[in-house]
């Protein structure tokens, strides 16, 4: 009897898989029943792939096989966000070529992976690092300049002093680069930008059209922020006399009668103006003023938003006027409030609103309630907006004048129609989402197509100068200055090619860029690999490489493109869902307006795998030791036992550690599988039974284990697409026990049904599936030649 030597068998099967092309080349223009799947794809990192990588590769290689089976046409690509920080860092330190390490790292990942069994379709394999992939984000980049999508402003951005970069908002943690961990500060550069708030109300009502988990929606929702409030307007008074209005943005005009300060942001236009002493104040307000201005220079906008002492100097000499009651109030110069928001200034209700209560409270304000909840015993406190908000009809509006006793549904109303009626107010709707902001100045990226002649005006690269190239002569020394600065080849390419004087944009694009369009790129690169192939071989010698819509070449093919997208089914990790889904939904809808998509949505369906935990319950990070190496597990019990015993950990949704002992018990349940199936296989053929395997044959098989069969498949079949994968390998595991468990007698199976229960593990444990499937075709040439 064959003993499992799971090394055996795995390279065996994984070399006829690769040699017989299985899996490759799936996407054709006429398509039925499709099934596009689709993984995050992963940035190749030196550390190679990790547990977490197996689990959310093999749910989707599950899913991927079982409906091959039944009969839908699957295609499930690969590719690498080979783009990045990491590569750069290393360069830094070690002078390697980000180019090199990326290659290296592709090469440790594809042999993985491949060792795991994932059925891939080879051919679509994309890196954003490729010129004939960022050639395409290049492209994408200049539709969106020639569209006044793509522009350039001066912003105030978060810099690292370290890594010498700008840093998005969430690469910015508790005020330190993510990274590094050095203190981040905030620095005015010129910046391209992509126009995403365009789209800000189809980002938000399209979300309709999709199958995701709730939580995630509510993030998209929560980070375009849309809120609905007003524009008041107070009058500005200095030494007794108006000069002009304040504006507020309010989303509680229901409680004005509760404000008693003002504040506006240390970059409002009010503060330069007391500043330059356009509008006058003591000397000594001035200098106060200033000092605090300088001191928040520092901080990054997440600071702002999240410290807990919040700072501030009062504005002697102006005041202004609240519109509804004629109150004077003090006017403070305070970073709470933030310039890109809304006026840039607020009233401050301190009875209603947290943030203005700790600062009335440090500074000694006055606090106004003007709301009581209904089934409140008659003492008044401190009541949060949060809590009116969600039940308006339960508070009742008090301190303010006419409106009291009325609840906040009547109050809300009638308080705005008095603002609209005396021209102080009226309704407005803020949005929170900002402009994209694409430029890095790093080198690991793509380029950004931009060259700027004598004057400076802005030009695009030419389309046939794309791939815009990253050149290589570069040092990778940071010294604020982006690394493209350093390559005497890129000046001299912009002067041959556009003009003497001319100079290039040195920034690269943000790496957010090359992964919001990737699924779109898969289906044609496998239809380009595909040809390509052709042609070496010289089958096709004439076949044409490039895609075109008959007008220009493109980076998808039009009916390919229209036949696969959108994406049937993702799966992402829930730490990546905000931004970068975002971002691809934003490209998908511009694309679409451009007329090369016919889809509003990229991914249909999503769902996202929870976290591998170290044995310890910790996350699994290298400085804590608890990482386990999946090549270590595969050496010592084979790519199934690796496989099963993941999607055996627990749904795929949660967090689980890493359990030795059960990855020993998942490698005997294969062990025993094996042991029974080729123990029943050797049986039947000694006993010379006709064996009618792959026709239907119960007749052998004992009717217990009979009913159990077809009890695991239904409910195995009915598991899978639910990625309920624990259970059905419960359900499995239950039905070997049955079979031959460790103190029962082994019960009898005919090679057709033993056929039936290795297609069930085929998704999980393919390879030793393969193995069985091969024993039993053998079993029934033999029997066949014998009868
Ligand atoms: C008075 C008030 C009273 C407010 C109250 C809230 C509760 P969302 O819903 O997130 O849009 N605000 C306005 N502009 C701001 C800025 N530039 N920086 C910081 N805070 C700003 O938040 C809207 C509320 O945030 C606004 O409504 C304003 O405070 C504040 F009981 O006005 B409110």
Same mark, same amino acid.
């Given at each position: ?6 090394? %055996? ?26 099934? !596009? ?114 522009? #350039? ?15 998005? %908002? ?70 007794? =006399? ?108 301190? +009875? ?8 009335? @409270? ?12 209904? @089934? ?51 309704? =407005?709707?803020?949005? $929170? ?23 400076? $005006? ?9 791939? *815009? ?7 990778? =020394? ?20 556009? +003009? ?82 975002? !971002? ?89 599988? !094996? ?16 064996? #009618? ?45 049955? *079979? ?32 069985? *499937? ?14």
């Amino acid at each position: 009897m064959p003993e499992y030597h799971p090394s %055996n068998i795995e390279t065996k099967w994984q070399k006829i898989w690769e040699k017989t092309g299985l899996f490759q080349g799936t996407v054709g223009k006429t398509v039925e029943n499709k099934l !596009y799947l689709l993984f995050a794809f992963a940035y190749p990192s030196g550390s190679g792939l990790h547990v977490g990588h197996v689990e959310s590769k093999t749910a989707l290689d599950i899913l991927a096989r079982y409906n091959r089976m039944r009969g839908r046409q699957v295609f499930f690509p690969v590719g690498w966000d080979a783009f990045g920080l990491p590569a750069e860092n290393y360069a830094v330190r070690t002078g390697v070529h980000p180019a090199e390490t990326t290659r290296k790292a592709i090469d440790t990942f594809r042999r993985q992976i491949k060792r795991l069994g994932i059925s891939y379709d080879w051919k679509s394999e994309v890196a954003t690092s490729h010129p004939e992939y960022y050639k395409w984000t290049q492209w994408i980049f200049l539709k969106l300049f020639e569209k006044g999508m793509a522009y #350039k402003k001066p912003g105030m951005v978060n810099w690292c002093p370290s890594c010498q970069t700008v840093l998005a %908002n969430e690469q910015v943690v508790d005020g330190v680069c993510e990274r590094c961990g050095t203190e981040v500060v905030q620095k005015s550069l010129e910046q391209w930008y992509f126009k995403i708030t365009d789209y800000k109300d189809e980002l938000i009502t399209d979300l309709e059209q999709v199958d995701w988990p709730k939580a995630t929606e509510e993030q998209q929702l929560n980070w375009i922020g849309k809120s609905e409030g007003a524009n008041v307007q107070f009058v500005l008074v200095a030494d007794g =006399k108006s000069i002009g209005n304040l504006e507020v943005y309010t989303t509680a005009h229901d409680t004005i009668f509760g404000c008693t300060f003002m504040v506006i942001a240390p970059e409002h236009g009010l503060v330069e103006k007391i500043l330059s002493g356009v509008v006058k104040v003591p000397e000594k307000t001035k200098k106060e003023v200033k000092r605090y201005v300088e001191y928040v220079a520092g901080k990054t906008e997440l600071e702002r938003q999240t410290q807990k002492k919040k700072t501030g100097v009062m504005v002697d000499g102006v005041v202004v006027i609240n519109p509804v009651n004629g109150e004077k109030l003090p006017i403070y110069v305070a970073d709470y409030v933030l310039a890109g928001y809304g006026a840039g200034a607020i009233m401050a209700v301190p +009875g209603h609103d947290e943030r203005d209560f700790e600062f009335a @409270s440090e500074h000694g304000l006055k606090v106004v309630f003007t709301a009581k909840s209904k @089934s409140g015993n008659g003492d008044i406190d401190f009541i949060s907006y949060g809590q009116i908000k969600q039940s308006r009809q339960d508070f009742v509006v008090i301190n303010s004048g006419e409106f009291d006793g009325m609840d906040y549904v009547e109050g809300r109303k009638a308080i705005l129609d008095r603002l609209k009626r005396e021209e102080r107010g009226e309704e =407005k709707t803020q949005y $929170k989402l900002r402009d994209w902001l694409i430029s890095r100045q790093r080198y690991w990226g793509a380029p950004i197509p931009i060259v700027y002649d004598k004057e400076g $005006k802005v030009h695009p690269v030419k389309e046939e100068h794309l791939p *815009w190239r990253l050149p290589t002569d570069v040092e990778f =020394k940071p010294t604020g200055e982006s690394p493209l600065h350093g390559s005497a080849e890129l000046k001299d390419r912009v002067e041959k090619l556009y +003009g003497v004087g001319w100079s290039p944009e040195y920034d690269t694009m943000d790496t957010f860029v090359d992964s919001s369009w990737y699924f779109l790129r898969y289906p044609t690169k496998t239809l380009e690999s595909t040809k390509q192939e052709a042609q070496n071989s010289k089958q096709a010698p004439n076949s044409k490489l490039e895609i075109t819509n008959g007008k220009e070449s493109l980076p998808f093919d039009p009916e390919l493109t229209r036949a696969w997208l959108p994406v049937d089914f993702y799966m992402i990790g829930p730490e990546h869902i905000v931004l970068h889904l975002l !971002y691809a939904r934003f490209l998908t809808k511009f694309l679409r307006d451009c007329g090369y998509l016919q889809f509003d949505e990229p991914f249909t369906a999503m769902r996202h795998q929870g976290m591998i935990l170290g044995p310890d319950h910790k996350k699994m990070s290298k400085s804590k030791g608890n990482v386990i190496d999946p090549d270590e597990v595969i050496e010592k019990f084979g790519a199934d036992t690796l496989r099963v015993y993941e999607m055996f950990m627990g749904p795929i949704e949660a967090d689980k550690p890493w359990a030795a002992r059960s990855v020993v018990g998942v490698y005997r349940f294969l062990s025993r599988i !094996y042991t029974l199936a080729n123990e029943a296989i050797e049986q039947n053929k000694s006993e010379n039974r006709n064996s #009618k395997f792959e026709k239907g044959d119960g007749g052998r098989t004992d009717q217990k284990l009979l009913v159990a069969l077809h009890k695991t498949i239904q409910a195995v079949s009915e598991d899978i697409p639910k990625l309920k994968f624990n259970t059905a390998i419960a359900r499995m595991m239950e039905f070997v026990n049955l *079979w031959g468990g460790k103190n029962t007698k082994v019960l009898s199976i005919g090679d057709a049904d033993l056929g039936l229960f290795v297609k069930v593990l085929a998704p999980f444990a393919p390879f030793m599936s393969e193995e069985l *499937w091969q024993n039993l075709k053998s079993n029934k040439q033999k029997t066949e030649n014998n009868g």
